[in-house]
């Protein structure tokens, strides 16, 4: 093994020409540097440095050496800046269902972690049911799920109001069977969609389906069929209340965390106080 502190003395001999020059640019003595760089030859087994030339030169040992010696000070320095920079050393693992990662929610994790460089945020979006599980399971830190009540451990609650959907052109009465527009199976919509139609004892088909919100809406507009989603997710998209449906009983959106101190509980109330503006600003959203 090459020690870096016998390395750095080689080079600063070779770099000042002098023992006593580079004993002052690192700070040491002309006897420590002498002994340092006589370990180093003894460990190479070669004269290094020919210390009759003037000015101090490197022997042709000491040039094959100089070049690795220099590499291998540059890797040093990088590890070491490297490890001391705590950028992306902590890890907040969230899980958001996808409709709740939004503009707002984006910029709050952009501006959380712009403040804390040891934070990297680690976001993961999808189905409230399947979030839910891989948050139990330990998968997740922080978890934002749709889910028809809150358990006992959440940390905030708010409702989400939900309304029928259609085309903003549609202007006819939907043939029978009524053709639905859902998500895939797991989702939560998907399961209130079929209970709602059933109660009103149409008939129905799954005209399209995903597990992309945005292709949801669009297909809407499309006027593939009529769809259920929270009003949150309505805002300049092209779609109306569809009227004889109306809206359903609020889903409710809840946050869980299993840390209730340091960033955690942090990024928990900020993420809170954006939820709380979406569920305050949803109720006029959508018009008929």
């Given at each position: 093994?090459?020690?870096?502190?016998?390395?750095?003395?080689?080079?600063?001999?070779?770099?000042?020409?002098?023992?006593?020059?580079?004993?002052?640019?690192?700070h040491l003595?002309?006897?420590?540097?002498?002994?340092?760089?006589?370990?180093?030859?003894?460990?190479?087994?070669?004269?290094?440095?020919?210390?009759?030339?003037?000015?101090?030169?490197?022997?042709?040992?000491?040039?094959?050496?100089?070049?690795?010696?220099?590499?291998?000070?540059?890797?040093?320095?990088?590890?070491?800046?490297?490890?001391?920079?705590?950028?992306?050393?902590?890890?907040?693992?969230?899980?958001?269902?996808?409709?709740?990662?939004?503009?707002?929610?984006?910029?709050?994790?952009?501006?959380?972690?712009?403040?804390?460089r040891e934070?990297?945020?680690?976001?993961?979006?999808?189905?409230?049911?399947?979030?839910?599980?891989?948050?139990?399971?330990?998968?997740?830190?922080?978890?934002?799920?749709?889910?028809?009540?809150?358990?006992?451990?959440?940390?905030?609650?708010?409702?989400?109001?939900?309304?029928?959907?259609?085309?903003?052109?549609?202007?006819?009465?939907?043939?029978?069977?009524?053709?639905?527009?859902?998500?895939?199976?797991?989702?939560?919509?998907?399961?209130?969609?079929?209970?709602?139609?059933?109660?009103?004892?149409?008939?129905?088909?799954?005209?399209?389906?995903?597990?992309?919100?945005?292709?949801?809406?669009?297909?809407?507009?499309?006027?593939?069929?009529?769809?259920?989603?929270?009003?949150?997710?309505?805002?300049?998209?092209?779609?109306?209340?569809y009227a004889?449906?109306?809206?359903?009983?609020?889903?409710?959106?809840?946050?869980?965390?299993?840390?209730?101190?340091?960033?955690?509980?942090?990024?928990?109330?900020?993420?809170?106080?954006?939820?709380?503006?979406?569920?305050?600003?949803?109720?006029?959203?959508?018009?008929?």
């Amino acid at each position: 093994m090459l020690d870096p502190r016998l390395l750095r003395a080689f080079i600063g001999i070779l770099d000042t020409g002098s023992f006593t020059r580079a004993a002052e640019q690192l700070h040491l003595t002309q006897s420590t540097i002498s002994q340092q760089l006589a370990r180093l030859e003894e460990t190479v087994g070669h004269a290094l440095i020919d210390r009759d030339a003037r000015p101090i030169s490197a022997t042709a040992s000491g040039e094959r050496l100089q070049g690795y010696a220099r590499r291998i000070l540059t890797l040093q320095q990088e590890a070491q800046a490297a490890l001391g920079d705590p950028a992306g050393l902590t890890a907040i693992r969230i899980g958001l269902a996808e409709d709740i990662f939004d503009g707002p929610m984006a910029a709050l994790f952009r501006e959380f972690a712009q403040g804390r460089r040891e934070i990297r945020m680690d976001v993961t979006s999808g189905l409230s049911r399947d979030l839910t599980r891989r948050y139990r399971d330990g998968e997740f830190d922080i978890a934002v799920v749709k889910e028809p009540a809150p358990s006992a451990d959440a940390r905030a609650s708010f409702p989400e109001p939900m309304v029928w959907l259609e085309a903003m052109d549609a202007d006819h009465d939907w043939p029978d069977p009524m053709p639905l527009v859902v998500f895939s199976p797991g989702g939560l919509y998907r399961d209130q969609m079929f209970e709602r139609i059933e109660r009103e004892r149409r008939r129905w088909y799954v005209a399209f389906s995903s597990s992309s919100l945005p292709n949801i809406l669009v297909a809407v507009e499309a006027g593939f069929g009529i769809t259920l989603l929270p009003v949150a997710t309505t805002p300049g998209r092209r779609v109306k209340t569809y009227a004889p449906f109306g809206t359903e009983p609020p889903i409710a959106v809840s946050i869980y965390s299993w840390e209730q101190t340091g960033p955690v509980k942090e990024l928990v109330e900020w993420m809170s106080a954006v939820l709380r503006l979406r569920g305050g600003t949803t109720n006029a959203v959508v018009q008929g």
